[in-house]
């Protein structure tokens, strides 16, 4: 299948977030990285600003869509316990510049938050929703470490091994409680 405009937009324009950041996202330099006209950009987003608010849309979907491959099911069907080890291995795999930037980014402005919290309050709960829920602080300590992990990932100039990074996110995937498998 076909790539729609819309999606090699947001693909070009996550490109060039990760090489060069978010103030090197113009008109001109996504049109370049998607090989389209300016008004085949301008027809899918009016300004800048609605292609950095979409941009939010489309990573904290392809996130979520990433914990949905690491679990092997929708997050409806998926126990406390199975969300937690897919947002774990997720946050193993490291933020890329990109996603690291909106998602800092969007601590700032609310529209933008709600698409990366409404991802993470699925699959990882905060301990006040984890504790009237499931009551498993355990699961939160495990997302705390994964957060990390994933930042570490995104920041650091040396990487981790991939025995390191398996040794480290098995020791997180340990905090998990495993009866919290409703």
């Not at 103030?23 to 009016?46: I, K, M, N, P």
């Not at 905090?175 to 409703?182: P, T």
């Given at each position: 299948?076909?790539?729609?405009?819309?999606?090699?937009?947001?693909?070009?324009?996550?490109?060039?977030?990760?090489?060069?950041?978010?103030?090197?996202?113009?008109?001109?330099?996504?049109?370049?990285?998607?090989?389209?006209?300016?008004?085949?950009?301008?027809?899918?987003?009016?300004?800048?600003?609605?292609?950095?608010?979409?941009?939010?849309?489309?990573?904290?979907?392809?996130?979520?869509?990433?914990?949905?491959?690491?679990?092997?099911?929708?997050?409806?069907?998926?126990?406390?316990?199975?969300?937690?080890?897919?947002?774990?291995?997720?946050?193993?795999?490291?933020?890329?510049?990109?996603?690291?930037?909106?998602?800092?980014?969007?601590?700032?402005?609310?529209?933008?938050?709600?698409?990366?919290?409404?991802?993470?309050?699925?699959?990882?709960?905060?301990?006040?929703?984890?504790?009237?829920?499931?009551?498993?602080?355990?699961?939160f300590v495990a997302r705390l470490?994964?957060?990390?992990?994933?930042?570490?990932?995104?920041?650091?100039?040396?990487?981790?091994?991939?025995?390191?990074?398996?040794?480290?996110?098995?020791?997180?995937?340990?905090?998990?409680?495993?009866?919290?498998?409703?």
């Open positions: 299948m076909r790539p729609s405009n819309r999606s090699k937009i947001l693909e070009a324009a996550t490109r060039i977030v990760d090489r060069d950041g978010v103030d090197a996202v113009t008109f001109e330099s996504v049109c370049q990285e998607a090989g389209l006209t300016r008004s085949g950009v301008v027809y899918h987003f009016a300004s800048r600003e609605q292609l950095l608010t979409a941009m939010h849309d489309y990573l904290a979907g392809r996130w979520e869509a990433m914990m949905e491959q690491n679990a092997g099911k929708p997050v409806a069907a998926a126990s406390t316990l199975e969300r937690y080890e897919a947002y774990v291995a997720t946050c193993a795999h490291g933020a890329t510049a990109a996603e690291l930037r909106f998602l800092l980014d969007s601590v700032s402005i609310q529209g933008n938050a709600n698409a990366w919290f409404d991802v993470l309050d699925r699959w990882a709960p905060p301990l006040d929703k984890a504790l009237s829920s499931a009551g498993h602080l355990d699961n470490a994964a957060d990390g992990l994933w930042v570490h990932e995104a920041l650091s100039r040396n990487e981790l091994s991939p025995e390191l990074k398996r040794l480290v996110t098995s020791r997180i995937l340990g905090f998990l409680d495993n009866q919290s498998r409703r």
